[in-house]
């Protein structure tokens, strides 16, 4: 069956740091690779995708290429800021269109 | 346009008691799922739509009832509330069969003691 497997938090980071969340994934059919972000209080609001391999999903400064030869979506963002203090969510859709997620990891960015 | 509008936003529950979660879009959207999400874990898939009249059984359906009789509406019933179900629960839409892209409501945090 399909999985996703991205890397456990809770992440801290300063102002202007690099952020990476690795996330790698295991399915049947060729998927669609999501990232999904969770701010506090809120529901999930869809960060980027890709939908074929070499694909780079990018938005409000993240970004994320899709992997095939290692399975892999990781989300990067150059210099965050204390806004992008949330939950952040890979996920994987396949041929028929359900989700599947990985554990979320947690970040927060300190001023 | 709301998008996904999901009540309550918070509910406390008695073991045995029962209650209907509702989910409401206005974005004509064919496709709803309903989702479970527990401390630690990515969302689970409860049950899902792909029409008004059509549901069928997600990853983790035990202990939950959902219709679906207009287009906008998705209501997820538990009938008999269990400490176990205590979560947050996501409802989300989708447009058509072409589009992978689902938007989520802000959901509604259950407790059952």
């Known amino acids: 069956g399909n999985s996703v497997t991205q890397m456990e938090g809770p992440v801290t980071l300063s102002e202007e740091a690099f952020l990476t969340i690795n996330c790698t994934y295991t399915a049947t059919g060729y998927p669609s690779l999501f990232w999904y972000v969770q701010y506090p209080g809120e529901g999930l609001q869809l960060l980027l995708k890709?939908?074929?391999?070499?694909d780079k999903g990018s938005n409000k400064g993240f970004e994320a290429t899709y992997r095939k030869e290692t399975t892999s979506f990781h989300l990067e963002k150059g210099s965050v800021q204390v806004s992008d203090s949330a939950v952040y969510f890979c996920?994987?859709?396949?041929?028929?269109?359900?989700?599947?997620f990985g554990a979320g990891t947690t970040v927060t960015v300190r001023a | 346009n709301a998008g996904v509008t999901q009540t309550p936003k918070f509910r406390i529950l008695k073991i045995g008691q029962s209650m209907t979660l509702q989910c409401a879009q206005d974005?004509?959207?064919?496709?709803m799922y309903w989702y479970r999400q527990d401390p630690g874990m990515g969302l689970k898939l409860i049950y899902y739509?792909?029409?008004?009249?059509?549901?069928d059984k997600g990853e983790v359906p035990n202990g939950y009832n959902v219709s679906r009789s207009t287009t906008e509406d998705f209501p997820l019933r538990l009938e008999l509330a269990a400490p176990s179900q205590t979560s947050v629960y996501f409802c989300?839409?989708?447009?058509?069969?072409?589009?992978?892209?689902?938007?989520f409501g802000p959901g509604t945090r259950l407790t059952v003691l």
């Open positions: 996920a994987l859709s396949d041929y028929d269109y359900k989700l599947s």
């Open positions: 974005m004509n959207h064919n496709y």
């Open positions: 739509s792909v029409g008004a009249g059509i549901t």
């Open positions: 989300a839409s989708r447009g058509s069969a072409s589009t992978d892209t689902q938007y």
């Open positions: 890709a939908t074929k391999a070499d």
